[in-house]
């Protein structure tokens, strides 16, 4: 098994907010496709990082899935479709392996 988590910004570049509705829709967008998500909404959590010398600092909500088989081509066309809707460079998405116990 495997845990797939990404982080989405909840505004965009030049500080508007996302609508809430695009939230819902990825989250909704999982569960249908895997049967379940796991998405941290009310409880942003801050990211900083550094770009040409600059910190940039961001609040983001967090989505995980946990699925039984490894589909990178996936997960990788649907981390660019979300760096398209969402106006990002690059959103960052892990996927790691665990043991459900």
Same mark, same amino acid.
């Given at each position: 098994?495997y845990?797939?988590r990404?982080y989405?910004p909840?505004?965009?570049?030049? @500080?508007?907010?996302?609508?809430?509705?695009?939230?819902?829709?990825?989250?909704a967008?999982?569960?249908?496709?895997f049967?379940g998500?796991?998405?941290h909404?009310?409880?942003p959590?801050? @990211?900083l990082w550094?770009?040409k @010398?600059?910190?940039?600092a961001?609040e983001v909500?967090i989505?995980?899935?946990?699925?039984?088989?490894?589909?990178r081509?996936?997960?990788t066309?649907?981390?660019?479709?979300?760096?398209?809707?969402f106006r990002?460079?690059r959103?960052?998405?892990t996927?790691?392996p665990v043991?459900?116990?």
């Open positions: 098994m845990l797939a990404f989405l909840l505004r965009d570049n030049e @500080g508007e907010p996302f609508p809430t509705l695009m939230f819902r829709v990825v989250e967008e999982l569960s249908r496709h049967g998500v796991t998405a909404l009310e409880s959590a801050s @990211g550094r770009e @010398g600059k910190t940039h961001d909500v989505f995980e899935v946990i699925v039984e088989d490894l589909d081509w996936w997960w066309s649907y981390r660019e479709r979300l760096e398209r809707d990002q460079k959103i960052l998405l996927l790691q043991e459900v116990l």
